[in-house]
């Protein structure tokens, strides 16, 4: 499970009410490089990775799940 987006936290809860949390950071913007480059191996990908990141930078502001995972 991930800790992303406004209803992390209660999700969390609902499964279990005293859970044991381990996190592992990394820089956002490497991750997210990192993942754009796997996409563009896989042919998921064909956008620049700055246009990426602003188209679905703006689609996850509005509320859509239709995003990259990164």
Not at 10 to 33: D, F, G, H, Q, T
Request: net charge positive; proline share 6%; glycine share 4%.
């Amino acid at each position: 499970m991930t800790l992303h987006g406004p209803d992390a936290v209660r999700l969390i809860k609902e499964v279990n009410s005293r859970p044991k949390i381990m996190l592992v950071l990394r820089n956002p913007i490497e991750r997210a490089y990192s993942h754009y480059l796997m996409d563009v191996r896989e042919c998921m990908e064909s956008r620049s990775f700055g246009q990426a990141l602003k188209e679905d930078y703006a689609k996850y502001r509005a509320g859509s799940n239709d995003i990259a995972p990164w």
